[in-house]
Each structure stands twice: as C-alpha cells, then as structure tokens.
C-alpha cells in the first residue's frame, strides 16, 4: 500500500503547486486578498471579530483603571510605612513589597479569585446558607494586579519622598499646616511630580499584565483574540493584530503621560 499514491495526496500536491505559481507570477495579487480576508476578519461586519475586539479592549482598560487606584494608594501607605518610625510597621511593609515582588502576578491573580470565592461559600456555609456566588472575574483580577502594583510603586513613592528637601517639611510647619494638610497641600504634589515617570512605567506594565486575567475567564482583549484564533486557526494575523492593540494602547498612554508630565512640572518651566 505504501507504493501507492492516493488521489488526494495528488491533488493536494497539484493544488500546492497552484497556488504557489500564482504566488510567485501575480505577487500583488496575493497579498491583496490576503489584505482583504485579514480586514474581513477584524473587521465589524459578519463574520468578523472587530465587535468582539472593541469590547475586550475596553474590558482590558477597565480592568487597568480599576487596579490603578488601588496600586496608588496601597504603595503610598507602604512607602510612608517603610518611613515610619515603628520598627513593626518598617518590617510589615518592607515585607509585603518583598512577597508581591517574589510571586507571579498570575499566582496572586489565582490566590484572590479563587480564595476569595472559597472563602465566601464557606462563610455562608456556616450560615446554612448554599450559594455557588464567586467574585467576578473583573474585581479579583482587578484587586490582584493593584496589589502587585502597591508593591512596585511603594519604591517609586519611598524614592519621589525621599527626593523632597527637608526645608519643604519646615516650611510647611512654618506656615502652621496641620501633619494632613501639610501632606496634601506642600509634600504629595511634588512627591507626585516626581514620581511620575516611574509610575507612568508601571501604568505601561500593568496594561500589559492585565491579558493574564484572561485565565480567570474575564473577555478582556487577549481572551477575545485567543477565541478568534480557536475559531479561525488565522494564528499570525489574530496575534499580530493584537500586537498592535497593544501598542496603541501603549502609544496613547504615552500622550495622557506626557500631558501629565507637561502639566505638573508647568511652574518649573515658567520659572525657566
């Protein structure tokens, strides 16, 4: 049976052989249908993906948005803690920024979801309550990255404090402001300034972390195009397409920090 060559052998052989001397005779032919399936496939009518797309690039800025806040404000207790004047509350922050830093963002992602979840049926079990209620997706994941992202902008902070002269901190006293006031009005303004361009890098890096979430089921973009792919099986047009995504993401971050950048430092340049 091996001597024998089957039928579809032989036209799957003639139908290589085909498509390859057009290729080579009418070039721009080729890519220009290549062009046009591609558009077809990411495009907004039936049978593309570009529906799909749209939403899991809002859901992948979503979830950014909602770890941000939480990574700020998280990183700024810890950076103030490592400050601190209590040995406990040194070793307490210090110690956290170090377990966050060690452990993979998708182990911390899985910890919180599934955890979380865990924890809840088992309360309500002691409450005879039944319930198979799990966190979203969105808010685990969301949660998981702002804690990864307290960890790395707690050096940031603890960098942007420690670059803020002591005469700031006198004049401030000076002027009778209350220890709050004192932080919001003279110390946190400038500590931001400086901190910006860090953080603005970390912004960058947590859009980017935010395709593991993809794994606890959130549709956010990465999922979105992983389905496209199992559906299609177009896996170099899919992917690079979602390069793209991310790039002018990225790109358009890049902007509104720039623009951040321009706008806490404008006293400097008048001052120039």
Not at 63 to 77: R, T
Not at 226 to 254: D, M, P, Q
């Amino acid at each position: 049976m091996d001597r024998y060559i089957h039928i579809h052998d032989v036209c799957a052989t003639y139908c290589g052989f085909n498509r390859l001397k057009i290729a080579l005779t009418n070039p721009i032919h080729v890519v220009r249908c290549q062009g046009v399936c591609c558009m077809e496939l990411v495009g907004f009518g039936a049978g593309g993906w570009g529906w799909s797309f749209l939403s899991g690039l809002a859901v992948t800025v979503e979830v950014a948005i909602l770890a941000l806040p939480i990574g700020l404000f998280f990183g700024l207790m810890i950076a103030f803690g490592r400050r601190s004047r209590s040995r406990l509350i040194r070793i307490a922050s210090v110690g956290y920024a170090n377990a966050f830093q060690a452990i993979p963002e998708l182990l911390t992602i899985f910890a919180i979801y599934h955890g979380c979840s865990q924890l809840i049926q088992l309360l309500m079990s002691e409450l005879d309550i039944q319930t198979s209620w799990t966190v979203p997706g969105v808010a685990a994941g969301s949660f998981a990255l702002g804690l990864v992202f307290a960890a790395y902008s707690s050096e940031i902070w603890l960098s942007a404090l420690a670059g803020i002269g002591r005469g700031q901190y006198e004049a401030a006293m000076s002027l009778g402001l209350p220890s709050i006031a004192s932080l919001r009005i003279v110390i946190l303004p400038q500590a931001f300034r400086l901190a910006l361009p860090g953080l603005g890098n970390l912004w960058i890096i947590l859009l980017k972390d935010t395709a593991l979430v993809s794994l606890i089921s959130v549709s956010e973009f990465m999922r979105e195009v992983n389905l496209a792919v199992a559906a299609t099986h177009r896996y170099f047009v899919l992917y690079l397409f979602a390069c793209l995504g991310y790039i002018v993401l990225t790109k358009i971050s890049e902007l509104v920090l720039e623009g951040l950048n321009l706008r806490t430092s404008r006293h400097l340049v008048r001052a120039a």
